[in-house]
């Protein structure tokens, strides 16, 4: 896997005319598993914050920031979707594409700040985050097994997956269990004392 330094590249997110360079993870032909970098790294999608959340990059300047440490941000991009309906308003499919990822080391303070991070949009709605583990399959190894069903059960890992808290709804990445199924946007609803989910359509599409 190529890490060197010039292999940085700018994020497509945009924030406050900034970006947050994030190295692109290239996985060499020889390598057949993302699984076999989950005790160095690990792998998250932040789909949902950018896209439903008001989300930006000011939120990982602070967290860099506040390192003592270098902390490192990674992504890598797969030629099958890792999940569906992470589309953005452009029809950009990308996020459905992506994982990011940081070093083991650095996770725990990574989730913790983004999952106390609350933003408020231009209407005055407040956005909240949490993080919760989701089951994927191992994006890399499907990539290099073409003739192999995608979303099948042959290799599985878990990611972090964050989501958003909104005063009346929950939106979270929803793992089905079955061959072929793909983690899936949820939204739920926080006015019945039982949360009632519905897909995300239109805006987020399939």
Not at 74 to 91: E, G, H, I, K, N
Not at 157 to 168: H, L
Request: glycine share 6%; with cysteine.
């Amino acid at each position: 896997m190529d890490l060197k330094p010039e292999s940085v590249t700018p994020s497509k997110v945009y924030a406050e005319g900034k970006y947050v360079p994030k190295v692109e993870m290239m996985f060499s032909s020889e390598l057949k598993r993302l699984t076999d970098f989950t005790e160095r790294f690990a792998f998250f999608t932040l789909g949902l914050p950018y896209l439903y959340g008001n989300f930006c990059d000011v939120v990982l300047w602070d967290y860099l920031g506040q390192q003592k440490d270098n902390v490192i941000l990674y992504y890598a991009q797969f030629r099958y979707p890792v999940f569906r309906m992470l589309t953005s308003p452009d029809a950009d499919r990308s996020w459905n594409h992506t994982l990011f990822a940081v070093e083991k080391q650095h996770w725990e303070s990574f989730s913790n700040h983004v999952s106390s991070s609350v933003l408020r949009d231009e209407h005055g709605n407040i956005f909240s985050f949490f993080c919760e583990d989701i089951l994927i399959g191992d994006p890399l190894y499907e990539d290099r097994n073409l003739s192999i069903p995608h979303g099948s059960n042959h290799a599985k890992m878990f990611v972090g997956a964050f989501g958003v808290d909104t005063s009346e709804h929950r939106i979270r990445l929803c793992d089905v269990a079955g061959a072929g199924r793909l983690p899936f946007a949820i939204k739920q609803s926080k006015k019945n004392t039982e949360l009632t989910g519905e897909y995300i359509r239109g805006v987020l599409g399939e």
